[in-house]
Structures are given as C-alpha cells and as structure tokens.
C-alpha cells in the first residue's frame, strides 16, 4: 500500500521504518526536506539525525507534506501536536479527502515544564480538531497511548498482551487501521467509537507521562482486564 | 481502626461495608443524618436506600460529617466530586487534621451530559484542591479509577491480576493506605509521587467512562505491563 508518513521526529521513524519493512511504499512528509536533510543533531530520544536514519531505510523517501500526501492512500499523522494542524494544512485538504488517516499526534503542552500538560482536552481533543479541519478524512485516533517503539512492535512487552485502542468516525477505516496495527503485532485492539472518543485516549497520556516517571522507562502499557 | 466514611453514596456504601466486615470502626458522615435515613429511593446504581443497607450493616453508625470526622483515624473521602470540598469543610479543618484521607471522589461533571467531562484537570486536580483546602490532612488520591464494588474487591476479577494507583505527599500515609488496598485484595499499588499526579489518576477517568461505554459492564481494570 502507498503510505504517507507526515513528520520526521521518533514516531514518524517508527512508523515509517515499519511500513516500509512490512512492504509498503513508504513516503515521509516534512515541510522543507532541504532543511530536514541539512540536521545533523540526533532526535529527542537520542537517535541519529534524520539523513542518517534514511540511509538506514532507503526505500523510504523523503518529500514535501503534499507530495507524500497525494503518494499516501493511507496517511499517518505522526507530527507533534503543536504542528499537526499546520502540517496537515500543507499536505492540503484536496489530498487527504477520502483518506484513512491514522492520528497518533498528542496535544503536549511543554511551556509550563515536566510532565506536559494538554493544549486541548476534556470537551474537546486533537483529533476532533484534525477532524473538522479535514471532514473529507477517515480520522483514527490510535497508538497515542504508548511509545514509539512499542506501537510499531507491541511483542518487545510481554508478547503483545497488552491493549491499543481505536477511536474515529467511520467503522471501514477503522477496521482498516485494525488491519495495520495487527500487523505490527497488535492482538487486542479496543473500537471506543467515534471521534469524540479522542478525549478519553489524548487524556490518558497525563497519566502516562506519570507512569514513564514512576517506573523510569517507557516501555510500558496498559492491559485492558476485562 | 477507627475509619469515617464521608459520603453515603455507592461508594461510600462499598468502602463502609468492606472496612467494617474487615474488622474496623465504621462511622459514616453526612450532612443531616435524618434526613439521609429519610430517604426510600434507591441509589444511583439501583441499590437499597441507606437506611435498609445500614440494617444490613449494623455495625456501621451514621453520623454528621464533624462527628465521623473526629472519630476517624482513617478518613475516607467518598463524596461526589461536587460536594467533597462543601463535605470536607462541615467535617471541619480541626477534626482532620493531621489525618490520612483516602480520596476517592472524582471531578465529574455531567451537566453536559454524558459521558461526563472534568470540573478541573490539566493543569489542577480535585486531589490538589482538597490537599490545598486542607493542608494538615495526608491526602492520598487512589481507588478513583475503578467501579465501586471493584475498589474492596479486585480479585473478582482475573484473581485481582491488575493495578491499582496511589499519589500523595506523605510517604507514611501512601503505606497506610497502600496496606489498607491490600487488605481489599490489591496486589500491583503502582505509586505515582506526589499529590500532583492526581492529575493523571483524574484524567484517566474520560478513557474509564468511554471504556465503560464500549465495554458496557463496568468490571474492568487495567494491569500495568512493564
């Protein structure tokens, strides 16, 4: 499948990095990809500049949001929650219309220091404002709730046995989006609903980056006990 | 022990009974006691008014806030979040001082309907309030993210394999609380830090509630995976 990644940080690397192992063709979206390529800092988690990290995963391409997005039949919003909104606006409306979009990004709020707290939350979330910017979307929020090693490789903790959850409005792109993260490794996956239901998976991540606190690593998860 | 139950309430009920059956000195605070006996409705999840639970609980006495406040050693906050700080303050600054409180009560607010949203959250939490409102007290936030009958039962389910959260400022009263959940049947008490994390534990009351709502039973938890 074309895929489009939009972002170039640690989630967009997991993602893109994934699909493109899995088989897909894979674009990254970014906006300038000149000055992307010119970085030679490491990423936030410490992980190596992103044109290193391309010549690691060279059936990867790295593009404009627009292009990627028009490449993109699935589009994966990997940008931060500060940059979504304005990097969704370049992919461009007429591209994602009609799109499975798969809405990982989180409204972090780090002005205030450690931990985060939410830019948006409790009537409203993210990924119900990505979505009445883009109607013509197929919005899934997903794998917000974990980090970026686990949502593309669940297994690595306690064989997978652990819970992801879905939220969106349309039950095809959400059975798709399913198809996605079961072949990361994903054995239970939770349907929430529809979009609104954003608010309940972005306003788990305070409790979170509490956890990541407490236990003083990230790989952790939740498992639904039902 | 000698515990005050503040609140009469479904919570209040499954904290009382528990404690009581265990062996402690239940007293139960409310505002006018009459007029809770008074009462011949059921309560909000469909169980007997007060005045037949406390002929099945004979041991527990009801009294005013102030009078359970001063017996208790142990308080128990089992208000609704609404009325906790107004039921706090008739328990008295005096009479609570110096005390463990085990705060369960929940921010919720369901004047827009449901699932409810969070009078505070964010960037404050109930469990910062009522530890601001009453500085002498050892506030502990935990019990909050599961149903009633689950708080003073959790091996009814999967044998009690899943986790439960504490945050407050007093190292001591975390233990005493944390063995008080134990004595409930809670092996995995995760604590989080300091009463700030009451954020987190709030805010994962939205995903409790949608998850309530996919679910359609509350008897779930989740386990921690790390």
Chains 1, 2 share one sequence.
């Not at 992307?36 to 990423?43: F, G, H, M």
């Not at 969704?88 to 707290?117: C, E, R």
């Not at 954003?198 to 939740?222: D, H, I, Q, T």
């Amino acid at each position: 499948m074309n895929v489009a990644v939009l972002g170039t940080g640690v989630v967009a690397k997991a993602l893109a990095g994934r699909l493109s192992a899995l088989g897909h063709a894979v674009q990254m979206g970014t906006r300038d990809p000149k000055a992307t390529l010119a970085r030679s800092e490491p990423d936030m988690a410490g992980g190596p500049p992103l044109r290193t990290w391309l010549e690691a995963n060279p059936k990867v391409v790295l593009t404009t949001f627009a292009e990627a997005a028009r490449h993109g039949e699935l589009i994966v919003n990997a940008l931060s929650g500060h940059g979504a909104l304005a990097g969704l606006t370049l992919a461009g409306q007429a591209a994602l219309a009609g799109k499975v979009m798969l809405d990982i990004s989180n409204p972090l709020d780090f002005s205030k220091g450690m931990p985060p707290s939410l830019t948006v939350s409790n009537t409203d979330s993210l990924g119900e404002q990505v979505q009445r910017a883009f109607p013509e979307a197929k919005v899934v929020k997903t794998l917000n709730t974990v980090n970026a090693y686990l949502m593309v490789d669940p297994g690595q903790l306690a064989g997978g046995d652990h819970t992801m959850f879905v939220a969106g409005n349309d039950a095809g792109a959400k059975a798709q989006v399913t198809r996605v993260l079961q072949s990361f490794g994903w054995k239970d996956v939770v349907d929430l609903g529809d979009i609104s239901q954003a608010r309940g998976l972005e306003m788990y991540v305070p409790l979170w980056v509490r956890l990541y606190g407490a236990l003083k690593s990230p790989m952790f998860n939740v498992k639904l006990v039902r």
